[in-house]
């Protein structure tokens, strides 16, 4: 499986963006997609995972309420809607996936950067 994220960029504050990583090769093998963040200094931090079949997602604590998982199977591509941006939401972002539930993430994309300004 490869994993081509895009979208990152430079927003304001309370502002929105919205991420997308679109999956090729052997996508009939995901079971679940995620997206996880690095601020520098700091350990990788879970964002969202959504199943592949799309009616399970789940979100990390500091996100909830403000950040949106999607799939779009057609184009197996993942998305991550974020608004009501925080600075402290920068960091570069990686979508990955795995191939059960009880597998860790095995697949990563090479990250994209999000920088939120006050």
């Known amino acids: 499986v490869q994993l081509q994220a895009s979208g990152g960029g430079l927003v304001q504050a309370g502002g929105s963006l919205r991420l997308s990583c679109a999956a090729s090769?052997?996508?009939?093998?995901?079971?679940?997609m995620g997206w996880f963040r690095q601020a520098p200094g700091k350990e990788r931090e879970f964002v969202a995972g959504?199943?592949?079949?799309?009616?399970?997602?789940y979100y990390g604590d500091s996100v909830k309420g403000r950040f949106t998982i999607s799939q779009d199977n057609a184009k197996n591509t993942v998305y991550l809607q974020m608004s009501s941006l925080k600075p402290g939401d920068t960091a570069v972002y990686y979508c990955a996936s795995r191939g059960s539930m009880s597998r860790p993430y095995d697949y990563w994309g090479q990250g994209t950067q999000v920088t939120v300004s006050s």
């Open positions: 090769g052997r996508t009939s093998s995901i079971f679940e």
């Open positions: 959504i199943n592949w079949s799309g009616k399970t997602a």
